[in-house]
C-alpha cells in the first residue's frame, strides 16, 4: 500500500491534465480542472516520488521499481508542457506499472488485456475512433 496507492493517485491525477479544457467546458471538477495544469503535474510528481520513496522503505520490489521508471517521463513531461509527453509519460507509466504487477497476479493481465480489447471495440463501434491506442492519452 506504501507505494501502490500514491503511484496509483499520481497517475491518475496526471491523466486529467489532458482533458483539462474539456473539463472546464463541461462543467467538471476533475484534479487538473481544480488545480490546473502546473498544480495537477506537481501533485502527481509528489505522488509518484513518494510512491517510490514507499516502495524503497516497505522493501516492495515492484512498487518501488514500478513508480521509479515512471518518474522520469513524468518529470520530463513537467518540464516541457508538450501532449505528447504527457501522453508518452502516463502510457508508460501506467503500462509499465500494470505490466509489473501483473508478473505478481497474473490475472491482472488478463482484466487488462480484456478491458483494452472491450474499449477498442466500443470506441471503434460507437465513434469510429481508434482509441485507446498508440499516441492517444
Same mark, same amino acid.
Given at each position: +500500500?506504501?507505494?501502490? #496507492?500514491?503511484?496509483?493517485?499520481?497517475?491518475?491525477?496526471?491523466? /486529467? !491534465?489532458?482533458? !483539462?479544457?474539456?473539463? %472546464? &467546458? =463541461?462543467? &467538471? $471538477?476533475?484534479?487538473? &480542472? +481544480?488545480? @490546473?495544469? $502546473?498544480?495537477?503535474?506537481?501533485?502527481? #510528481? &509528489?505522488?509518484?516520488?513518494?510512491?517510490? +520513496?514507499?516502495?524503497?522503505? *516497505?522493501?516492495?520490489?515492484? @512498487?518501488?521499481?514500478?513508480?521509479?521508471?515512471?518518474?522520469? #517521463?513524468? !518529470?520530463?513531461?513537467?518540464?516541457?508542457?508538450?501532449?505528447?509527453?504527457?501522453?508518452?509519460?502516463? =502510457?508508460?507509466? %501506467?503500462? +509499465?506499472? *500494470? !505490466?509489473?504487477?501483473? %508478473?505478481?497476479?497474473? #490475472?491482472?493481465? %488478463?482484466?487488462?488485456?480484456?478491458?483494452?480489447?472491450?474499449? $477498442?471495440?466500443?470506441? $471503434?463501434?460507437?465513434?469510429?475512433? *481508434?482509441?485507446?491506442?498508440?499516441? /492517444?492519452?
Amino acid at each position: +500500500v506504501l507505494a501502490y #496507492l500514491p503511484a496509483v493517485a499520481g497517475c491518475s491525477a496526471s491523466t /486529467t !491534465i489532458l482533458d !483539462i479544457p474539456g473539463d %472546464i &467546458a =463541461q462543467g &467538471a $471538477r476533475t484534479t487538473g &480542472a +481544480v488545480l @490546473g495544469v $502546473r498544480g495537477t503535474s506537481n501533485l502527481a #510528481l &509528489a505522488l509518484v516520488l513518494a510512491a517510490v +520513496v514507499g516502495g524503497w522503505f *516497505a522493501k516492495d520490489v515492484i @512498487g518501488f521499481y514500478g513508480s521509479l521508471l515512471a518518474l522520469p #517521463l513524468l !518529470i520530463k513531461a513537467h518540464r516541457s508542457g508538450l501532449r505528447t509527453d504527457r501522453t508518452a509519460a502516463n =502510457q508508460v507509466g %501506467i503500462g +509499465v506499472f *500494470a !505490466i509489473l504487477v501483473g %508478473i505478481r497476479v497474473p #490475472l491482472l493481465l %488478463i482484466m487488462v488485456a480484456a478491458v483494452y480489447l472491450v474499449s $477498442r471495440t466500443y470506441y $471503434r463501434a460507437r465513434l469510429d475512433l *481508434a482509441y485507446p491506442g498508440r499516441g /492517444t492519452p
